[in-house]
Nanobody
Framework: EVQLVESGGGLVQAGGSLRLSCAAS????????IAWFRQAPGKERELVAR???????DYLDTVKGRFTISRDNAENSAYLQMNGLKPEDTAVYYC?????????????WGQGTLVTVSS
């Protein structure tokens, strides 16, 4: 069974830090790009950070310099280190794994973990 399981969310004060983890099972995550998305109440899901198979990273402008995405292929896991958290970072954070084949993409999603940043 293919699974992505996020953990590490919680309640934190503004300026604080959290580290989200994403554990993959049922497939080899190093064949996939890994991304973190988030969805705040009443808003669309947005891409926060992405790391490709070769380690190239990309970030949402509003989190650049504060968030760091990483992956550990040996552990079949990925992480999102979030520093300098702001109330506007409050959202459910989802882990995504994507593999591109000719003419199609395969995506896996986790169930999400809630991050709440108090002011």
């Amino acid at each position: 069974e293919v699974q992505l399981v996020e953990s590490g969310g919680g309640l934190v004060q503004a300026g604080g830090s959290l580290r989200l983890s994403c554990a993959a099972s049922g497939f080899t995550s190093d064949d996939h790009a890994i991304a973190w998305f988030r969805q705040a109440p009443g808003k669309e899901r947005e891409l926060v950070a992405r790391i490709t198979r070769d380690g190239t990273t990309d970030y949402l402008d509003t989190v650049k310099g504060r968030f760091t995405i990483s992956r550990d292929n040996a552990e079949n896991s990925a992480y999102l280190q979030m520093n300098g958290l702001k109330p506007e970072d409050t959202a459910v954070y989802y882990c995504n794994a994507e593999r591109v084949f000719p003419g199609r993409r395969v995506n896996y999603w986790g169930q999400g973990t809630l991050v709440t940043v108090s002011s």
